[in-house]
């Protein structure tokens, strides 16, 4: 049994709350006898009665000019949510408007901490500004009109525009109110089901970073037995995985390309893609167990491995890829290793946790916009990474992520504008039919796996473009590409486990990463297919994941907060951002 706490009502003995009589002179005393017979109670009451006759005549009289209202402007609710302390933006659309061609006004100079008048209420100030040249603003009018008391004989056109009033009420409340009703789950459900899930998504993180905080091997670039064309050890070197020793050739040159086929003996000696990769997911986990478990130990290794990679003499990487997807016996690599850095945007979502420790050192995050800043440079002028942002399938658009990325890393958010917004025409009109299909994923062997990956790429994409104030999610092409057909393209084949996919597809149907964009898009569009292929899907990823078969994760976290942020003008939601890399 729990103790009771000392100011418990269950602490104190029952009789104390029995009614007791009262003392006599107990009442006395309470209310001050005073000469004659005449007390403080009897001269409340007299009052009292005098109070009540001034009521009474005021009432039957009518009150005061100065209680007319001609003098003081009527009470208002105000614009702004007290609880929020922000100006409701009456101008937004809601999602289930299925308005699209309204895009949220820009907010890059504004303050989110500061409160603007809503522009119902700008409409509402003289041209003066403050409204007199007091500062003090005019009494407005209440130009509500006052509705006639009714007859019981309303024409048919009151009738409509009655029905039309209520439909357009439902859009918003009532639709949610019918959604909520057909939920399968109760608010209880969801709150047990929310903390759960909230644990065991932590649980996992501590997990992977525990491991990460005990691994003691150098993640360097320094690592390999052999060097780039350049012969600079600090040159990162990653190999071409489609590409074979040529079997006609003594020596095995020049290399022959077979899609799908990867060379796993040959890009397994080199470590650097692996070790760069590695770096990234461990500083995003312990920057996220950071945040969740407070564990300084988890700064103190991110530490460590930042400086590892980037700065110390003996160990860190020059800002380029030239070597990237090499070829053996190539002078250069190839565009398609500019994407092995792509992902490098985990650690720009963990630095936001990190450097609130108190030890986080005050000059790794402008190190790292010097390392960055050159290896942006890089990225815009190498002929490398401009045959890369060309790219008309994953390459381009995963370059692009990339790019984002390290743009809002740098703070040159005009610039990251700029590619999210050329990406409506060159990633989502370009790459995406009518239909749905992805022409250019579709053409290749391992057709399924690159119509999902470069899905994730335009969702990422998406995600950024909701920080940046371009609505990617939404965007419809002129012959009706967009990123939901993209989606539901797949659906159908999923369901059916790859059954009647049209083209060829050498190496199976991999649902682990469909299931990730379902969740998503379930969170962004609503629709209820979505729900239904998910409830499917989870359970036979579950198996695979108990069996060994898949990585055990939970995206709870990023789920959370899709449905949160996602969308949201300046939603800036780290969480999620990894969540479909």
Not at 272 to 300: P, S
Not at 391 to 410: C, P, W
Not at 458 to 487: F, Y
Request: one cysteine or more.
């Amino acid at each position: 049994m729990k103790k009771a706490r000392p100011n418990s009502v269950s602490s104190l003995p029952l009789h104390q709350f029995k009614d007791k009589p009262i003392p006599a002179d107990a009442v006395s005393s309470a209310t001050g006898a005073l000469p004659g017979q005449l007390n403080l109670r009897k001269v409340i009451l007299g009052a009292g009665g005098i109070l009540f006759v001034y009521i009474m005549l005021s009432t039957v009289f009518g009150p005061g000019p100065e209680h007319d209202g001609s003098s003081v402007p009527s009470v208002r609710r105000p614009e702004a949510d007290p609880y929020m302390n922000a100006p409701i933006d009456h101008d937004t659309p809601h999602r289930y408007t299925n308005n699209n061609d309204i895009k949220p006004s820009p907010v890059e100079n504004r303050n989110p901490w500061d409160n603007e008048p809503s522009e119902q209420q700008q409409k509402k100030q003289p041209a003066g500004g403050s409204g007199s040249e007091s500062g003090v603003t005019e009494p407005v009018e209440d130009e509500t009109p006052v509705s006639p008391p009714s007859t019981g004989e309303e024409s048919e056109e009151d009738e409509e525009e009655d029905s039309e009033l209520t439909e357009e009420e439902e859009t918003l409340l009532s639709l949610a109110i019918k959604a909520r009703n057909k939920s399968p789950a109760s608010y209880v459900d969801l709150l047990s089901a929310n903390r759960r899930e909230r644990d065991y998504a932590i649980a996992l993180i501590v997990k992977e970073a525990d491991l990460a905080l005990k691994t003691d091997k150098v993640y360097s670039v320094t690592n390999k037995k052999q060097t780039a064309p350049s012969n600079d050890i600090h040159d990162y070197l990653s190999l071409s995985k489609y590409y074979w020793p040529n079997p006609k050739t003594p020596n095995g040159l020049p290399y022959i390309r077979k899609d799908g086929h990867i060379n796993h003996e040959e890009i397994d000696s080199v470590e650097d893609y692996k070790l760069l990769r590695t770096m990234i997911r461990e500083v995003h986990m312990m920057g996220m167990a950071y945040h969740f478990t407070g564990n300084k130990a988890y700064v103190t290794k991110c530490v460590n491995r930042l400086n590892e990679w980037f700065f110390d003499d003996a160990t860190y990487m020059k800002p380029n890829i030239n070597y990237g997807s090499l070829q053996k016996g190539q002078p250069f690599g190839v565009r398609t290793g500019v994407l092995d850095m792509f992902t490098i945007f985990r650690v720009f979502d963990a630095l936001h946790y990190l450097k609130q420790d108190s030890d986080w050192p005050q000059d790794m995050i402008p190190n790292l916009q010097t390392w960055f800043t050159e290896y942006a440079k890089w990225l815009e002028t190498s002929p490398l990474a401009k045959l890369e942002r060309k790219g008309n399938n994953n390459h381009g658009t995963y370059y692009d992520v990339q790019l984002i990325g390290i743009y809002i890393f740098l703070g040159r958010t005009d610039e990251a504008r700029a590619v999210a917004e050329s990406g409506l025409t060159n990633r989502i009109d370009r790459q995406i039919t009518g239909e749905g299909r992805q022409p250019e994923e579709l053409d290749r062997k391992t057709s399924w796996y690159y119509s999902v990956f470069n899905l994730q790429a335009l969702m990422t994409l998406a995600r950024w473009g909701d920080d940046l104030n371009v609505n990617m999610w939404d965007h419809v092409g002129p012959e009706g590409q967009s990123i939901k057909k993209a989606i539901d393209f797949l659906l159908p084949y999923a369901l059916k486990d790859g059954a009647d996919w049209p083209v060829v597809n050498i190496k199976g149907f991999p649902m682990g990463d469909y299931l990730k964009c379902l969740q998503i898009a379930w969170n962004i569009y609503g629709d209820e297919r979505y729900l239904d292929a998910i409830k499917y899907l989870q359970p036979k990823i579950q198996d695979q994941m108990a069996a060994g078969a898949l990585k055990t994760i939970s995206t709870y976290m990023c789920d959370i907060s899709t449905l949160l942020e996602a969308n949201v003008r300046g939603g800036q939601g780290f969480i999620w951002h990894w969540c479909l890399t």
